[in-house]
């Protein structure tokens, strides 16, 4: 039966809402005469869900006005819980509304739930913040839908787990403690204010009707306190609700089995519900005058409420679906399906759909779709064409280069200036220190490649100083130039004195526990110092433009809040900023392109673009998974009257009804996500069984998106991954003419690497913070054994141990306030000294004479150029028989004894061969010759410092056999690239490519490797 009273429309689905319900008021105020006295616009006070949809409202009556000169309704977004939004005549409010306490802002109501949760539980502070966030998601809830937290008490029954016990009294925080809070700080729940105020708008209109006409349009009531409101405004004498895609085609007992258990997931529940709440039926509810459908669209609709029918009466199937093969052709068309093998020919596909809209004149476009990593890959494929697209998602507030460098201010002295921590935000584009930035820059570079390559120095500002100190030290024992070297240095140093002038305010107040408050001022602070240049000031180049403004007012925000959490340890305070700054998002106002759009499922309702493409229609995407509540189980949640969780779904899947019946529509998903097979949507496979059911085939082959997109990046010719290997051939004039016996190892395993650092003069940079491993740890264990033999190259000492100690004391002073020296590299030198000196004792036997770091060279004169041979070795033992014992130190890896012999590690053979030509000479000052002799024995010492501290592999070689033949392979080596055709190859040798070498990145190994193992 018709209820008289309620004046109830619909906007069917796919149509244009925002659109028709402008073109109806201001073509027909008087809705047909249902409104009497003719109202004008202005008299208008429309009702929507959200702050989106009433801007697109207004904007849509100045298109439906073709822009001339009006007077708006007055426009409100239901949703808001802002007072001077929602509030919409407060004459007949009462004083206990009218007095209501304010709203807690939410950053704070955060802050002071993650300190009560820290004080009461011993949970760590950053993760208070986190479960806190989680826990206020759940009082949201329960009060958006009315329930009555004090039913928390009596929630669990012996029969469920003992956990739920444990999780109601972690819930006494909501139940007992905040409610006194709130009430000592004069604040209330923003959710409960904003229920309040419905509820009294509700009431103060039922009393006193508005003199002008209400029209409540778009929203689905799932907020109780909504409904209550628009069940007044439906009674009202100038009232009016216009319900979103009420399904009108489903047929009765499919209706009426909405609502049962099990059907929260349908699209039409939220509809079926309100008009229960309404106290109406179908029957009751108009179409929206001016919203008469077309045939196509009809037939869509019927094909959708077909698809879309409860679960329990899909047998009617079998009955209706031969009727629905008549519209079929009709209600498909527009319809497309587009399947995708992967996530980002999905995104290239809905790119490329989009940027085909532009070439039509004002047609608009629009991807709906909850996944935002879709959402960004195709905003970041549209930029190919220099499209910005309006994306009503927005971008993480932290992604954004303002809030990027705050968090990396805070890391770095968080870190103690780290190496790695440190560049990464000196090297930010905000960062200048008070210069110019690109002067900045370029001393940042020097300052990197002098003190941080390599092995981190010590904490603080004071490591910073301390390491160039270090520099100098060591400058001055190499001889170089004083007043180059103070100059070099000079500048290091007032670099650190700008950074620190910068953060001095933020290191000190990280030195100790401390309050919020002023940690943020100092981070502030800091991060302005750093960002100002010369001919600006850091404040305003640091919070200029849209992602500045939203920056600072997160730093506001946070200031005003931090005294509610109280103090903070510094070590927390990164995680603390970065865990607070994450929830926010920037939406850009200008620069975005007018009639490109991406918009989540809420931002769709109400809004319509020429092109509907509803992407990333996978289970688990589109619909989100019904996840379990934390706090409450299923019969918790019935018992104290919330929604199910698949309530949400319904929601869902009403904004999928609604994207997939505008008049072009596509739809879209990827048969992989994250390289694994994913499951199409619950809807989507509905909607194929209908098309299979009715017997429609598409025509129209819309593979050729994704499949274009693919085009758009297959290059029009391919290389051939072989013929792309590096063959450089520089002239002979350009070829080393000087070689160590270690480059010689080089040259035989990867000759590309002489290339770039003999020919192209590519120094290797040493890592960022690197261990002291490697080249240092070695240069270290060298110095200390080499003073060790000039103190003692003949006897030893009966304290050899205590002198060697001693000595690697002189030589760790300058690393020692190093992490990780102390506490590991120095108590394995103490194993290595001990092993030493017991290994000495025994070999020492028979020894004339030690020799350290003896360096030598001899000339091979049998090519057409001469070409020098220089080496350096850690030690040369001349023995009793006139023969001498080459000893080289290893920290890392020993060659195997038959890689020696082959020639595939000849640094000792060619060491024999040079002494053998009298090469060697002392380090004295003179540089005596050391006497000609051949090599008995090639030894290898392994020092490492670890369970067996020291090792050692002995390669003979009596009579100099091996030697010779190792000078004989190198002389033959040297010719081959005396021929200009002869190339550096990269890795020539297939037994090391398992190794990494310095220069794989220039050479692209990886990109001509792939081609397979057979490279030569």
């Known amino acids: 039966m018709k209820a008289d009273s309620l004046t109830l429309f619909t906007m069917p689905p796919g149509a244009p809402f925002l659109e028709r319900l402008a073109q109806t008021l201001v073509s027909d105020p008087s809705l047909g005469g249902r409104f009497a006295a003719s109202p004008v616009l202005a008299d208008f006070t429309i009702l929507l869900p959200t702050r989106r949809a009433v801007r697109a409202l207004g904007d849509a009556f100045l298109r439906a006005g073709d822009g001339a000169a009006m007077v708006l309704p007055a426009i409100r977004a239901l949703g808001d819980v802002d007072e001077e939004e929602l509030v919409l005549d407060p004459a007949g409010f009462g004083a206990d509304v009218l007095d209501l306490p304010p709203a807690m802002p939410a950053l704070e109501r955060q802050l002071r739930l993650a300190r009560m949760i820290a004080a009461d539980g011993g949970e760590d502070e950053v993760r208070a913040l986190g479960l806190a966030a989680d826990l206020g998601r759940f009082l949201d809830m329960v009060l958006t839908e009315g329930a009555d937290l004090a039913q928390l008490a009596s929630l669990v029954p012996q029969e469920f787990a003992d956990h739920w016990q444990i999780t109601l009294d972690f819930l006494k925080v ?48 799932s907020i109780p306190a909504t409904a209550v409101l628009l069940q007044v405004v439906a009674n009202l004498p100038l009232g009016a609700v216009v319900l979103p895609g009420l399904d009108l085609d489903l047929d009765e007992a499919s209706w009426n089995a909405i609502g049962d258990p099990g059907t929260a997931s349908h699209p039409q529940y939220g509809m079926r519900k309100l008009l229960g709440h309404l106290r109406a039926t179908r029957e009751d509810v108009e179409p929206w005058p001016g919203s008469e459908k077309s045939s196509g669209a009809v037939a869509r609709a019927r094909l959708l409420s077909e698809a879309l029918r409860p679960a329990e009466t899909t047998e009617k199937w079998l009955s209706r679906l031969a009727g629905l093969k008549d519209c079929a052709a009709e209600g498909f068309k527009g319809l497309s399906v587009i399947e995708t093998p992967s996530e980002r020919d999905e995104a290239g596909a809905i790119a490329l759909l989009m940027r085909d809209v532009l070439e039509t004149p004002e047609k608009t476009a629009a991807l709906v779709t909850p996944d935002r990593k879709l959402a960004r890959r195709v905003a970041m494929e549209l930029r190919r064409w220099n499209v910005e697209v309006n994306d009503s998602g927005g ?27 440190l560049l990464a935000c000196l090297k930010h584009p905000l960062a200048a220190a008070g210069g110019d930035p690109a002067s900045f820059r370029a001393e940042l570079r020097a300052f990197e490649k002098i003190l941080l390559r390599g092995p981190r120095p010590a904490p603080g500002i004071e490591g910073l100083y301390a390491a160039c100190n270090a520099l100098r030290n060591e400058a001055l024992r190499e001889g170089e130039d004083g007043e180059k070297r103070e100059a070099r240095i000079a500048r290091l140093e007032k670099l650190i004195a700008k950074i620190e002038r910068c953060v001095a305010p933020l290191a000190e107040a990280m030195k100790a526990r401390g309050e919020v408050a002023a940690l943020v001022l100092a981070h502030a602070e800091a991060a302005e110092c750093l960002a100002a240049t ?12 849209e992602a500045g403004e939203a920056a ?56 319509h673009a020429d092109r509907m493409i509803l992407g990333g229609l996978n289970e688990g995407t589109w619909p989100a998974e019904a996840n379990i509540d934390p706090w409450l189980n299923r019969p918790m949640r019935a018992a104290m009257g919330l929604e199910p ?49 009715v017997g429609y085939e598409e025509k129209d082959d819309v593979s050729r998106w994704w499949r274009w997109a693919q085009d758009l990046d297959k290059p029009e010719t391919l290389i051939d991954p072989l013929l792309s290997r590096p ?83 002189e030589v760790f002073a300058d690393a020692i306030d190093r992490p990780g020296v102390a506490a590991f590299w120095w108590p394995r030198f103490k194993r290595i000294a001990r092993w030493t000196v017991e290994h000495e004792r025994e070999e020492r036997e028979g020894l004339r004479r030690s020799y350290a770091e003896a360096k030598g060279e001899i000339s091979i004169g049998e090519l057409a150029r001469v070409v020098t041979l220089v080496g350096k070795a850690d030690r040369i033992d001349m023995r009793d028989d006139g023969t001498i014992d080459i000893v080289d130190y290893k920290t890392g890896t020993l060659p195997s ?71 004989g392979w190198l002389v033959d080596l040297l010719r081959q690239y005396e021929d200009e055709r002869t190339p550096y190859l990269s890795r020539p040798r297939p037994m090391f490519w398992g190794r990494y070498g310095d220069y794989d990145h220039l050479a692209r190994v990886k990109e001509w490797s792939s081609a397979g193992d057979d490279v030569e």
């Open 552 to 607: 600072s007012e997160f730093i506001r925000e946070l200031v005003e809040a931090a005294p509610s959490f109280g103090e903070i340890d510094p070590g927390a305070y990164v995680y603390f900023f970065e865990e607070l700054l994450s929830g926010r998002v920037l939406r850009p106002r200008w620069g975005v392109h007018p009639r490109l759009f991406i918009w989540g499922p809420l931002e769709a309702r109400l809004q």
């Open 174 to 221: 909501l139940t007992a403690r905040w409610p006194e809070e709130l009430a000592r700080l004069g604040y209330m729940e923003q959710a409960e204010r904003r229920n309040r105020l419905l509820r009294a708008q509700a009431s103060a209109w039922q009393v006193a009707p508005p003199p002008g006409p209400v029209i409540a349009a778009g929203s689905t009531g």
């Open 395 to 421: 971008e993480p507030l932290g992604n954004t280069a303002p809030a990027a460098f705050l968090r990396l201010v805070a890391q770095m002295v968080a870190e103690d200036f780290a190496p790695v921590p």
């Open 897 to 967: 004894a038959k890689q020696v012999e082959i020639g595939l590690a000849p640094q000792l053979p060619l060491e024999a061969a040079i002494a053998s030509r009298g090469g060697f000479r002392e380090k004295s000052k003179d540089g005596a010759p050391i006497s000609r002799a051949s090599t008995s024995r090639m030894i290898y010492l392994r020092l490492t410092g670890g369970e067996t501290a020291g090792e050692m592999r002995v390669v003979p070689d009596t009579g100099g056999e091996l030697a010779e033949n190792t000078y």
């Open 534 to 545: 010369a001919q600006e000031k850091g404040p305003d180049r640091l919070w200029k433009g």
């Open 727 to 809: 063959h450089p051939a520089p002239p002979l004039e350009a070829r080393p003419d000087r070689l160590s016996v270690t480059e010689i190892e080089t040259l035989i395993r990867d000759p590309y690497s002489i290339y770039a650092r003999r020919i192209l003069r590519l120094p290797v940079l040493d890592p960022l913070d690197a261990d002291i491993a490697a080249a240092e740890r070695g240069n270290i264990i060298h110095e200390a054994l080499e003073r060790f033999v000039d103190e003692y190259p003949e006897a030893m000492p009966d304290n050899a141990f205590e002198k060697l100690i001693a000595i690697g004391e």
């Open 645 to 693: 969780p698949e309530r949400r779904i319904g929601l869902s899947a009403h904004d999928f009804a609604e994207g997939a019946s505008a008049p072009e529509a596509i739809l879209t998903r990827a048969l992989k996500v994250e390289g694994a097979p994913a499951v199409a949507s619950r809807w989507w496979l509905r909607l194929e069984s209908i098309r299979s059911g």
